[in-house]
């Protein structure tokens, strides 16, 4: 048994419903919980669709908005609140744009989450269904989300997928 067993993966296509169905989760289990959005508002579309996100999210949400240090997010919530991460894929090309160690963040991420009792439910972008990418920074960033996609699928106590909104239990139970 892992120590991320009681942590929830969610991985799922662009727009496929994985951050509502996230959130959906995370609020049926408590009444309150920590919102980390990783998300950086490079251009017009970006910005609406933070504000979309934002809107979407009630009173029962405390927001950390994080682009970098999410480990240090994940260990300053409050312990017995539940934590959502959206996304680790916006989190990643933040790291690779500002050249960052990725080794070193993942690490210092999955032991942040290790180190964390109350549920941490953790949305990605399975991204392994497309074309190989024509360029190098595009190929980099299709396998370093695979390889930590498959790290924390690894780790985590429930894995979803998500399509069309509905989920499928690919570890665990939806």
Known sequence: MTALQNHTLVLGGAS?????????RVLRADAL????ATAQAFDDEMSDKIARH?????AEWA???EPLALADAIGGAPRDLPV???????WLTNLLLADADIAAAENAFVAA???????????SN????????MDALSRRFRAA???????????????????AGLPLAIKGTA
Do not use: F, W
């Open 126 to 133: 399975e991204v392994g269904y497309g074309i190989v990418p």
């Open 145 to 163: 989300q695979g390889a930590l996609n498959q790290r924390l699928a690894a780790e985590c106590g429930t894995v979803l997928m998500v399509v």
């Open 54 to 58: 934002r809107a979407r999210r009630g």
């Open 63 to 65: 927001t950390v908005e």
């Open 84 to 90: 959502l991460v959206d996304c680790v894929t916006l």
């Open 16 to 24: 496929s419903g994985k951050s509502a169905l996230a959130e959906a």
């Open 113 to 123: 989450l290790a180190n964390r009792h109350a549920p941490v439910t953790i949305v």
């Open 33 to 36: 919980a920590i919102y980390v």
